[in-house]
Structures are given as structure tokens and as C-alpha cells.
């Protein structure tokens, strides 16, 4: 198992070329706009291949409404020029069916420009990110 340290934001650790995203219960619309702007300014001066473990256990998605996906699917729009050229995979961890839709529903408006596999534990995810690391990068 990987050592995470904390990284550019509360929500997010680091473990080498591994980040881990863990977004909380309390998860707001200010708390996701705070985050969202600490990752675009992670993407202005990261010029690193990383892979990224998306946990979404503990998010409720009765409590997350449509400006919520929009404000997800707004950034990784945003962000797709880095994330294709950086973004090994992203591996994105749920505990349930709603929360699967959530995802579903964000990708649906905004496709992303890297491998990404839905897991239902947070090991799985490291394991295919770590798997889509050593891949040569093109």
C-alpha cells in the first residue's frame, strides 16, 4: 500500500506520481468551486505524468444537484488540454448505484480526455492508476 501525504488541497494527497482525491459528506458549492480553482492552478504548474484515485464514497448524491455536476463537468472541460497531455487514468471509487449515475452524468456532458475505469474500492483504483502509469506514454 502507497504512503499519501497531503498535497495542493485539503482534499487531495500525494503518493509519488499518485494523487488521491477524497471529497467529503459536507462537500458545498463553495467547498467544490474552492477545489476546482486549487486543481486549475495545479494544472497551470504541474508538467508531471500522474495518475489520479477519485474517491466518492462519502459524497451524498441526493445532496448534489445539477449546478454541482455542472461545476464538475465545467472544470474537466476546462482542464482537458492538461489532463490529455498529463493524465495517465483516473480511477474513480463509489459505493453505490446513485453515485455511479453522478459520475455517468458528469462525463456525459463533458467527456474526458483520459482512461478512466468506475472501481468500488479505493486499492482497485491505485492498482489499475499504477497499471496505466507504466504504460508508455504517446
Same mark, same amino acid.
Given at each position: 500500500?502507497? @504512503?499519501?501525504?497531503?498535497?495542493?488541497?485539503?482534499? &487531495? =494527497?500525494?503518493?509519488?506520481?499518485?494523487?488521491? /482525491?477524497?471529497?467529503?459528506?459536507?462537500?458545498?458549492?463553495? *467547498?467544490?468551486?474552492?477545489?476546482?480553482?486549487?486543481?486549475?492552478?495545479?494544472? =497551470?504548474? /504541474?508538467?508531471?505524468?500522474?495518475?489520479? &484515485? +477519485?474517491?466518492?464514497?462519502?459524497?451524498?448524491?441526493?445532496?448534489t444537484n445539477a449546478r454541482h455536476r455542472?461545476?464538475? *463537468?465545467?472544470?474537466?472541460?476546462?482542464?482537458? *488540454?492538461?489532463?490529455?497531455?498529463?493524465? #495517465?487514468?483516473?480511477?474513480?471509487? &463509489? *459505493?453505490?448505484? #446513485?453515485?455511479?449515475?453522478?459520475? @455517468?452524468?458528469?462525463?456525459?456532458l463533458s467527456p474526458p480526455a483520459y482512461?478512466?475505469? &468506475?472501481?468500488?474500492?479505493?486499492?482497485?483504483?491505485?492498482?489499475? +492508476?499504477?497499471?496505466?502509469? #507504466?504504460?508508455p506514454h504517446h
Amino acid at each position: 500500500m502507497l @504512503t499519501f501525504e497531503p498535497f495542493f488541497h485539503p482534499w &487531495v =494527497q500525494r503518493s509519488g506520481a499518485v494523487l488521491l /482525491h477524497r471529497y467529503p459528506r459536507d462537500a458545498n458549492e463553495d *467547498s467544490i468551486r474552492e477545489y476546482l480553482e486549487a486543481l486549475y492552478r495545479f494544472s =497551470q504548474t /504541474h508538467r508531471e505524468r500522474y495518475g489520479a &484515485v +477519485v474517491d466518492l464514497r462519502d459524497i451524498n448524491p441526493i445532496l448534489t444537484n445539477a449546478r454541482h455536476r455542472k461545476l464538475f *463537468s465545467d472544470s474537466t472541460a476546462r482542464l482537458s *488540454s492538461f489532463a490529455r497531455q498529463y493524465t #495517465a487514468g483516473m480511477g474513480i471509487v &463509489v *459505493s453505490n448505484s #446513485a453515485q455511479r449515475g453522478l459520475m @455517468t452524468a458528469v462525463y456525459w456532458l463533458s467527456p474526458p480526455a483520459y482512461p478512466y475505469r &468506475v472501481t468500488g474500492s479505493v486499492e482497485e483504483a491505485i492498482r489499475w +492508476v499504477q497499471g496505466q502509469l #507504466a504504460k508508455p506514454h504517446h
